[in-house]
Each structure stands twice: as structure tokens, then as C-alpha cells.
Nanobody, 127 residues
């Protein structure tokens, strides 16, 4: 079955950079959408960034201009490049995918729900 495999977390000083990577392994079709979420201590889980089958991207306001997502390694991957990191970026980051279909046309028929989730990877930004 599909397994979301995350890598690249760690600790970095404020102002530094980290790159998170995610692979939806064992998927026989292409993802219709993937996203990175995060959850900080005492906070609700929030969407950081997402990308859809048509290339549409979304970013939460607090990371605009600093973070970027890409699928340079295929539709079943999602990289999150994080630059100019702040202490408030400290959180557990989760990779998620909506669904997997054999064509973009079929992706139009599925809801924007994230059905597959990684276990989470820690990102810690220190002063």
C-alpha cells in the first residue's frame, strides 16, 4: 500500500535553510495533489504548502517568500525548500497526498482531501 516517506528534518539556526523531501512509495498511479502540513506544540495542524495536479500551488501567508515546493523528482514526490527559517517554524512537519489516478482528467473527479499521511518529521529552529 501507499506509504508516505519523509526525510530531511533536523535542527538549524534561525536564518538557515532546510529541505524536506517526501515520496509516496508503492503508488501505481500519479498523485492528484500533495502537501506539507505542520503542527507546532499547542497549535492546530496547519497547511504549509500544497501543489495540485495542474501545478497550482498554495502557501500559508507566514511562509510566502521563504518556502517553496517542487516535484522535480516526479508527481509522487514533494520537496519543501525552507529558507530564512524562523523559530516559529519549529514544528512537526507532515507530508500528505490526496489520491492517485492514472490521468489528470481523473484527478478532476476527486475531492481535495488528503487521505495519505506521513508519520511526521521534526524541524527545530534555534535562536
Amino acid at each position: 500500500q501507499v506509504q508516505m516517506v519523509e526525510s530531511g528534518g533536523g535542527s538549524v539556526q534561525a536564518g538557515g535553510s532546510l529541505k524536506l523531501s517526501c515520496v509516496a512509495s508503492r503508488a501505481i498511479y500519479s498523485s492528484c495533489g500533495m502537501a506539507w502540513y505542520r503542527q507546532a506544540p499547542g497549535k492546530e495542524r496547519e497547511l504549509v504548502s500544497s501543489i495540485r495536479w495542474d501545478g497550482t500551488t498554495r502557501y500559508t501567508e507566514s511562509v510566502k517568500g521563504r518556502f517553496s515546493v517542487s516535484q522535480e523528482h516526479g508527481r509522487n514526490t514533494l520537496d519543501l525548500q525552507m529558507n530564512s527559517l524562523k523559530v516559529d517554524d519549529t514544528a512537526v512537519y507532515y507530508c500528505a497526498a490526496t489520491a492517485f489516478r492514472y490521468s489528470d482528467q481523473e484527478c478532476q473527479r476527486v475531492p481535495d482531501e488528503y487521505n495519505y499521511w506521513g508519520q511526521g518529521i521534526q524541524v527545530t529552529v534555534t535562536s
